[in-house]
């Protein structure tokens, strides 16, 4: 008899759960919208994390419904999710109708986990609150004031080259490129000597890759904490390692106490962190508010420029003619400021930011642009009703590989960004920085370091495509950020 009542309930559960699932992705459908058809339990996340790249993954659903409408319904597991297709659609919710679309929606838990609560996840007022006040850290006369801490890690990057040149002349550009990143990051932002292009067991370069490269959740389990965030905080859920948490936490107390103490300013941004904290302001930042923002800095500004770094020094191994016309123009520029690398020497390398905007539209670090309806939004034109709460994924590597923004969309033409090819493109066409509001902050800071670290690699080095290197190239997506199975190996040769 218990038995049977046993097996009546699980018998009723599941077909009430079966019945709900089945409601629950019926929901596209119902508004008549066009949508992929979801699979059990998964929705459209099967295999993200672990044979798919996410923005790949978005990438088939974009292709495959391109032209049925403004967009296309999918599901994060049981949560409906809207991917823009249309460009005007896209520009719309990041700059035009922002109100209805200024948070992220991700997860985040400032109580166990105080590194989360960053400029990337902070909705609302409180994103609104810190962005204002971090922005001016971020000017072009700021970045000038920085340039020459940046010139002084390059000159440790020269020497690194150098002797790998002439020692076991292949390079694993990721490992040498995050080091640079990592070093001047840690001096920018910090104000710390990390100098792990020298020291091969820096716990500065070591945890920092980890937040990338053994991050505490995979990508699917990532999309669960989204899709289930209130419940996720409830039950003290994390986003970062607890060791990753520790080391930040204590090395940015040990900086600002120390800092404090002996009155030091360096005129980085840890010095504007400090003076928001305690400069008697209105609304001063708390101390964790600060750790956080001190940490998305570091690990936002580290890994997104080398992978950067490393996929451009990539497609210049692949492509001599284009490596050769970078390096003379790099000479031509440096010969026209007397052979210095100074901040306007690199601001005038035009050439230069076509080749790192074309390694940006094949490769951007983050491949969506994630955002949430913030109030119901009617999307013009249609009478489409996207319901406040939904999540929307904006297909940056998507709409950057499209054919019909850019023809041979998978080859590396960087006159792809002549002012003339710009022009003639949709403004939406090409957005590796994201727009509007939230558009990286870090932008400015970030082509400088990059175009340093080309400028640094390409003057008296050349590079061409290793054994070693797997192609064609297997994308990976830990953490959301785009990376490579197996890293990129380069043959290097000194030139002079
Ligand atoms: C090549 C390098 C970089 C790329 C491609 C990149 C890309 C992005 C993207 C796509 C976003 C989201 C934009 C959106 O949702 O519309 C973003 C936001 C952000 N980035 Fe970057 N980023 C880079 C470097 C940096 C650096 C160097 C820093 C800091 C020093 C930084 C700090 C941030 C922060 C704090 C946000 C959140 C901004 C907000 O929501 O207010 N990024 N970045």
């Given at each position: 008899m218990v038995f049977l009542v046993i097996l009546t309930s699980i018998v009723c559960l599941t077909v009430t759960f079966v019945l709900w699932m089945r409601k629950r992705f019926s929901y596209w459908k119902e508004m008549g919208a066009p949508y992929e058809e979801p699979s059990f339990l998964y929705g459209n996340l099967k295999g993200v994390g672990k044979q798919d790249h996410d923005g790949q993954l978005i990438e088939k659903f974009y292709r495959k419904h391109k032209g049925r409408g403004p967009f296309v319904g999918i599901f994060f597991f049981l949560v409906p999710v809207v991917v823009p297709i249309d460009l005007e659609l896209v520009k719309n919710i990041l700059i035009r109708d922002f109100n209805y679309f200024h948070d992220r929606g991700l997860f985040y838990n400032e109580k166990d986990d105080p590194l989360s609560g960053h400029l990337f996840t902070l909705p609302g007022l409180r994103w609104r609150r810190i962005r204002n006040k971090l922005s001016p850290a971020f000017t072009s006369g700021k970045m000038k004031t920085i340039f020459p801490l940046i010139v002084k890690i390059a000159r440790r990057l020269e020497l690194k080259l150098n002797e790998i040149s002439t020692s076991e002349s292949q390079v694993d550009i990721k490992d040498i490129m995050a080091r640079f990143t990592v070093d001047v990051i840690g001096t920018c932002a910090y104000g710390l000597e990390a100098n792990s292009l020298e020291d091969g067991q820096n716990e500065f370069f070591h945890v920092g890759m980890s937040v990338f490269e053994n991050p505490r959740h995979g990508t699917g389990f990532t999309f669960l904490l989204l899709a289930f965030r209130e419940y996720a905080r409830k039950l003290g859920f994390k986003t970062f390692r607890d060791e990753v948490i520790k080391f930040y936490s204590s090395t940015i107390r040990k900086v600002v106490d120390y800092r404090l103490a002996n009155n030091i300013e360096r005129g980085d941004f840890m010095d504007i962190l400090i003076r928001l904290h305690v400069g008697g302001n209105e609304e001063p930042l708390t101390f964790n508010e600060l750790l956080a923002q001190a940490f998305v800095f570091h690990s936002a500004g580290f890994?997104?420029?080398?992978?950067?770094?490393?996929?451009?020094?990539?497609?210049?191994?692949?492509?001599?003619?284009?490596?050769?016309?970078?390096?003379?123009?790099?000479?031509?520029?440096?010969?026209?400021?007397?052979?210095?690398?100074?901040?306007?020497?690199?601001?005038?390398?035009?050439?230069?930011?076509?080749?790192?905007?074309?390694?940006?539209?094949?490769?951007?670090?983050?491949?969506?642009?994630?955002?949430?309806?913030?109030?119901?939004?009617?999307?013009?034109?249609?009478?489409?009703?996207?319901?406040?709460?939904?999540?929307?994924?904006?297909?940056?590597?998507?709409?950057?590989?499209?054919?019909?923004?850019?023809?041979?969309?998978?080859?590396?033409?960087?006159?792809?960004?002549?002012?003339?090819?710009?022009?003639?493109?949709?403004?939406?066409?090409?957005?590796?920085?994201?727009?509007?509001?939230?558009?990286?902050?870090?932008?400015?800071?970030?082509?400088?370091?990059?175009?340093?670290g080309l400028v640094t690699g390409l003057r008296n080095y050349k590079y061409t495509l290793s054994e070693r290197t797997g192609r064609p190239l297997k994308l990976q997506s830990k953490f959301f950020l785009t990376n490579v199975d197996g890293g990129i190996w380069l043959n290097i040769e000194r030139l002079k």
């Open positions: 890994e997104t420029s080398s992978s950067t770094l490393q996929f451009c020094f990539y497609e210049l191994a692949c492509n001599p003619v284009i490596q050769e016309q970078t390096r003379s123009h790099i000479n031509e520029v440096l010969g026209e400021h007397g052979g210095e690398l100074t901040y306007e020497a690199v601001a005038d390398m035009k050439y230069l930011d076509q080749v790192i905007a074309e390694t940006l539209r094949l490769y951007p670090p983050a491949g969506n642009h994630i955002r949430e309806v913030t109030q119901d939004y009617k999307v013009p034109g249609t009478d489409f009703i996207l319901k406040k709460g939904t999540s929307v994924m904006i297909p940056i590597y998507a709409i950057q590989r499209d054919a019909e923004y850019f023809p041979n969309s998978t080859s590396f033409n960087p006159d792809n960004f002549t002012e003339e090819n710009i022009k003639s493109r949709p403004f939406a066409a090409y957005l590796p920085f994201g727009e509007g509001p939230h558009m990286c902050i870090g932008a400015r800071f970030a082509m400088m370091q990059v175009k340093v």
